[in-house]
């Protein structure tokens, strides 16, 4: 069966300073990946998506960036966080979708984010 | 720009109650739609995935409809149990690039199932 882990699960960072957060995928090949962030009090929103090795797409502009260096691993890095950055960060996974349809996303258990 | 609405943004029902969360959307030109539950400080639980060819999909007390033509789902939940209590999203996604289907959430409805 398919897995998804995410870490760190908490963590508390002063502003200004870097930032990885790390996803990986087991039991599947070839994943979509996903990055969203869940602020206090609004909807989910998308950040990065990815279909492949080295293929990033942003959705939203911001400090962030995201990197896929390997099929499932997927990372989400700042060089310099700020306040507005806090928030519930959620990766997800679905699979290769056909002509028609898709695949349901599976999320990770998530990382709280809180600037300092 | 698709937008999704889910009414109402909180519920509280007493044990065993029958209930109906609505969901609704702006863009019609949609791939699927997928329920979620959110419990607190917890990720993403996926309940029920609807193809856009489909009108229903069950999952034991659960039932979800789709009238895409009216941008509208609902997620029944039978007799429901304190344990159902938890936040509930709907998303409707929409090719974005590649094989890549871009989901756009609602707000989620806050329920509380009272024992």
């Known amino acids: 069966s398919q897995t998804i882990h995410q870490w760190p699960a908490t963590l508390v960072q002063p502003v200004g300073s870097p930032l990885s957060l790390e996803c990986t995928v087991e039991?599947?090949?070839?994943?979509?990946l996903y990055w969203y962030r869940q602020a206090a009090g609004r909807g989910l929103q998308l950040l990065f998506y990815s279909v492949g090795i080295g293929q990033i797409s942003s959705e939203v502009p911001q400090n962030l960036s995201a990197s896929r260096p390997q099929d499932r691993q997927f990372i989400l890095s700042s060089k310099k966080l700020l306040l507005s950055d806090s928030g519930f960060y959620l990766c997800?996974?679905?699979?290769?979708?056909?002509?028609?349809?898709?695949?349901?996303?599976?999320f990770g258990d998530g990382t709280r984010l809180s600037i300092l | 720009k698709q937008e999704v609405t889910q009414i109402p943004a909180a519920l509280s029902v007493p044990e065993g109650e029958n209930l109906v969360l609505n969901c609704s959307f702006t863009d019609s030109a949609i791939y699927n739609l997928q329920w979620f539950r959110q419990d607190p400080g917890k990720g993403l639980t996926s309940l029920l995935l609807?193809?856009?060819?489909?009108r229903e999909q069950t999952s034991g007390r659960l039932n979800a409809s789709l009238d895409k033509s009216s941008g509208r789902s609902t997620l029944y939940i039978a007799a429901s149990q304190p344990g159902d209590s938890a936040t509930y999203l709907c998303?409707?996604?929409?090719?974005?690039?590649?094989?890549?289907?871009?989901?756009?959430f609602g707000s989620g409805t806050q329920l509380t199932v009272l024992p």
């Open positions: 609807i193809q856009s060819s489909q």
């Open positions: 998303a409707v996604s929409q090719i974005s690039s590649g094989s890549a289907r871009q989901l756009t």
């Open positions: 997800a996974w679905s699979g290769g979708t056909g002509a028609q349809g898709g695949q349901p996303q599976h």
């Open positions: 039991g599947t090949s070839n994943p979509n």
